[in-house]
């Protein structure tokens, strides 16, 4: 775990990022546990009724769940201490899910496809040309060496592909109207 970025429909966000340098628009944090408790701490203040990403439920919240065990941090992202309720399947027609107590949480790929939004495919560098005519910051090659190298070199670089990654997904659902 690098790095933790959020941002709301309210235009507060931030990034949480395991290092010790001064980061414009990003919360330094020492360590994987400190960042889960900034990223559960954000949550709770910021009380969403939705939280969506894009592969939040297969991707993020499944790695995120990991590291919360590994660290001994609750995994309650809920309006109550409930620990919050990871259910992932592999099933083609059945969708992973999230319980989050009060709160939805909705993958933004699972939300176009629900609402017959027909894309080549739904990685979020698609989506965002076709409804937003954006592009993501890093390019598609070689993406996993690019984040570690940009985590090594250019943390403050990997804090903005994080965030405007965060951005995008709010932007998509918005031009696509999918969750009205």
């Not at 933790?4 to 990022?17: H, L, P, Q, R, S």
């Not at 010790?20 to 330094?28: F, K, V």
């Given at each position: 775990?690098?790095?933790?970025?959020?941002?709301?429909n309210?235009?507060?966000?931030d990034?949480?990022?395991?290092?010790?340098?001064?980061?414009?628009?990003?919360?330094?944090?020492?360590?994987?546990?400190?960042?889960?408790?900034?990223?559960?701490?954000?949550?709770?203040?910021?009380?969403?009724?939705?939280?969506?990403?894009?592969?939040?439920?297969?991707?993020?919240?499944?790695?995120?769940?990991?590291?919360?065990?590994?660290?001994?941090?609750?995994?309650?992202?809920?309006?109550?201490?409930?620990?919050?309720?990871?259910?992932?399947?592999?099933?083609y027609?059945?969708?992973?899910?999230?319980?989050?107590?009060?709160r939805?949480?909705?993958?933004?790929?699972?939300?176009?496809?629900?609402?017959?939004?027909?894309?080549?495919?739904?990685?979020?560098?698609?989506?965002?040309e076709?409804?937003?005519?954006?592009?993501?910051?890093?390019?598609?090659?070689?993406?996993?060496?690019?984040?570690?190298?940009?985590?090594?070199?250019?943390?403050?670089?990997?804090?903005?592909?994080?965030?405007?990654?965060?951005?995008?997904?709010?932007?998509?659902?918005?031009?696509?109207?999918?969750?009205?």
């Amino acid at each position: 775990l690098y790095s933790i970025a959020y941002t709301t429909n309210t235009g507060e966000n931030d990034v949480f990022i395991i290092t010790d340098e001064d980061i414009d628009e990003a919360t330094p944090c020492d360590s994987v546990r400190d960042a889960l408790q900034e990223f559960r701490d954000a949550v709770h203040r910021t009380d969403p009724d939705v939280i969506t990403g894009w592969n939040v439920i297969d991707f993020d919240f499944e790695r995120l769940a990991t590291f919360h065990d590994e660290h001994d941090v609750p995994f309650d992202y809920g309006r109550v201490p409930d620990e919050s309720d990871l259910t992932i399947r592999s099933a083609y027609m059945r969708d992973s899910s999230m319980d989050v107590t009060g709160r939805m949480v909705l993958d933004g790929i699972h939300v176009l496809r629900n609402n017959f939004i027909d894309l080549d495919d739904y990685k979020l560098r698609t989506a965002a040309e076709h409804f937003l005519d954006e592009t993501k910051l890093f390019g598609a090659e070689n993406k996993e060496s690019t984040i570690q190298d940009a985590y090594h070199d250019e943390p403050g670089r990997l804090a903005e592909y994080n965030l405007h990654d965060a951005e995008l997904v709010l932007d998509i659902l918005e031009a696509s109207n999918a969750l009205d």
